[in-house]
């Protein structure tokens, strides 16, 4: 919104350019410049529709104040478009934290030309950038853009009041001149003297037409000049809202959810679960809506028919009334079925691909336990091949015994080869003893 001085505010007040266009048509008329420049017939055709009554002073005075109006949301409106589709901001987008980034980009905007300082673009992009600075939100500056946008259209709304007030109030003047000729006709209706009276009356009448046509008139330019400057500046906020979120979102959004590809794609789907929802919970507002609606209806006419066909049984007709609920009843339910069949089917399909995913986890652990049994065996080998081992070298030393048995027995037949024969064949003394 733009910043005047109170003698800007002054200069640009609707009523002081009314007022003026007002005198200055009402000279020309009466001076004879408007006879000059668009002949007699047209001059005298304005004169009357014009200044033939005070009342019409009134409404052309109006008139000028809504056109007055108008003209200055025109200028105002033209003045806004010149930083649309301008860059506003820097294309670099510096590696630093949210809100010291939201800090340089506002500096900047402030570096921007004096004339698109006062534009909604400009204003609406500094105002967002001083959220992002104070809060660092960056999740929530959709919601703060679109409460943004609302306040705008608010505003032009409002700026628009006056225009509305003229809108209504010049018809009411057209029927007040009506009320005050008709009046004024009456007043001087002399019943005594009806011919000389009765140019008085016909003046009367035409004052009472004369006003409401030109009410009607002057309301109509004014209502379709308003719905082309409410259509100029709703094209307008419309084309500020998609630069504003073209300039802010592209630049932030990888700073907030898009920093994680998970957290987007649950933003994602987060998103489209909600709007879905949303959307069932709207038509199943409107089926009920419809379903009363068409309650009530079909109650109004059983009443009716009650009324107008008092031989009717009323077994019959309360018949008739359960099976046209029993119907919009069953169309309800199909609708509600056909509304929830595709959530149905998506969590179906999620269910298969858990129950795929988990048929994949049971195979795995199959191998697992296979490959655990299979480590058993090993460990059970391996304690066999020890034992083996353990008897193999048994083994050995016994067959190391073996030959030292052998060597001794060698030993002994040695000696007693050698030996006499009486000596090996007679016992010794000590065995004798023995």
């Not at 900047?108 to 534009?119: E, G, N, V």
């Not at 679109?146 to 409002?158: I, T």
């Not at 336990?369 to 070298?393: K, P, R």
């Amino acid at each position: 919104m733009k910043r005047s001085t109170w003698w800007e505010t002054i200069a640009r007040n609707p009523l002081l350019w009314g007022a003026a266009f007002t005198l200055g048509y009402y000279a020309m008329l009466h001076g004879g410049m408007l006879a000059a420049a668009l002949g007699e017939p047209l001059t005298a055709f304005l004169i009357r529709y014009t200044a033939s009554h005070s009342v019409e002073y009134v409404e052309v005075f109006l008139f000028f104040v809504g056109m007055a109006a108008l003209f200055g949301k025109l200028q105002d409106l033209a003045g806004e478009t010149a930083p649309l589709g301008k860059e506003l901001l820097p294309q670099e987008q510096p590696q630093a934290p949210v809100r010291e980034q939201a800090a340089e980009l506002l500096a900047h905007t402030k570096k921007l030309p004096p004339a698109w300082q006062t534009t909604r673009l400009v204003q609406r992009v500094a105002r967002a950038l001083g959220y992002l600075a104070r809060t660092g939100n960056v999740e929530e500056l959709d919601h703060y853009l679109n409460q943004l946008d609302d306040q705008d259209r608010q505003e032009a709304q409002e700026s628009l009041a006056l225009v509305r007030i003229v809108v209504w109030a010049v018809p009411i003047l057209g029927f007040l001149g009506t009320v005050v000729g008709i009046t004024l006709a009456i007043a001087n209706l002399d019943p005594k003297a009806l011919e000389s009276s009765l140019g008085t009356v016909v003046g009367g009448l035409g004052v009472a037409f004369d006003t409401t046509a030109l009410a009607l008139a002057l309301s109509m330019v004014l209502m379709f000049s308003m719905f082309v400057v409410g259509r100029v500046e709703h094209r307008l906020l419309q084309r500020v809202d998609r630069q504003t979120r073209r300039v802010l979102l592209e630049r932030f959004d990888s700073l907030g959810w898009g920093s994680d590809p998970r957290l987007a794609a649950v933003r994602r789907m987060s998103e489209a679960v909600i709007a879905h929802s949303q959307k069932l919970v709207e038509e199943q507002a409107r089926l009920w809506q419809q379903a009363l609606h068409q309650v009530q209806q079909a109650g109004a006419e059983t009443a009716q028919q009650v009324a107008e066909q008092t031989g009717a049984s009323l077994a019959q007709v309360l018949e008739n009334q359960s099976q046209r609920l029993e119907q919009l009843t069953r169309a309800h339910a199909e609708t509600l079925a056909a509304a929830v069949r595709p959530l149905t089917e998506a969590l179906l399909r999620q269910q298969e691909l858990t129950q795929q995913q988990w048929q994949q986890w049971e195979q795995q652990s199959a191998r697992l336990q296979q490959i655990l049994d299979a480590v058993a065996q090993i460990h059970s080998l391996e304690q066999t091949l020890q034992q083996n081992l353990a008897a193999v070298s048994g083994a050995h030393n016994f067959e190391q015994t073996l030959e030292q048995l052998a060597a001794v027995i060698h030993l002994l037949n040695t000696r007693v080869a050698q030996l006499p024969l009486q000596q090996a064949l007679s016992p010794s003394a000590s065995e004798r003893a023995a």
